[in-house]
């Protein structure tokens, strides 16, 4: 995570992952889909269907143009928190008929973890 002008904003890695680093599996993506935002696609890393590198191939900047506002004290915050309750939503919905790559008991927990981060 780097700022407008490439200086590192965080010691580490960003733990995360935005759309131009994550990897995921087509199939178990779209049952996801419409997403607003790519820590959707976290929930496949949470049942064990992603991969972490160990060093970082990209730079996500951090400037006064993102989408995301991280300018006003809070914003980002309330930001993320929605994301994660459309998350637990939308994890919901999924265990009225689960996909494959998860099962109810699964789906439950994950519902859980998504709705506390909210």
């Known amino acids: ?3 407008g002008d490439g200086s590192p904003l965080v010691p580490d890695p960003h733990p995360g992952g935005n759309t131009s680093t994550i990897i995921v599996d087509r199939a178990a993506a779209l049952k996801l889909l419409p997403v607003t935002n790519e820590k959707f696609f976290h929930v496949l ?3 064990g269907l992603g991969a972490r590198m ?3 191939l990209t730079f996500y900047r951090v400037h006064g143009d993102n989408m995301t506002d991280r300018a006003t004290p809070g914003a980002h915050q309330e930001y993320m928190a929605d994301v994660c309750g459309e998350i637990a939503v939308r994890l919901a919905d999924l265990r009225i008929t689960p996909p494959p790559w998860a099962s109810r008991s699964a ?3 994950l ?3 998504y ?3 909210a």
């Open 54 to 56: 160990t060093h970082p």
């Open 111 to 113: 519902t859980w973890h």
């Open 45 to 47: 890393d949470d049942l």
């Open 107 to 109: 789906l439950r927990r």
């Open 115 to 117: 709705r506390a981060e």
């Open 1 to 3: 995570v780097v700022d």
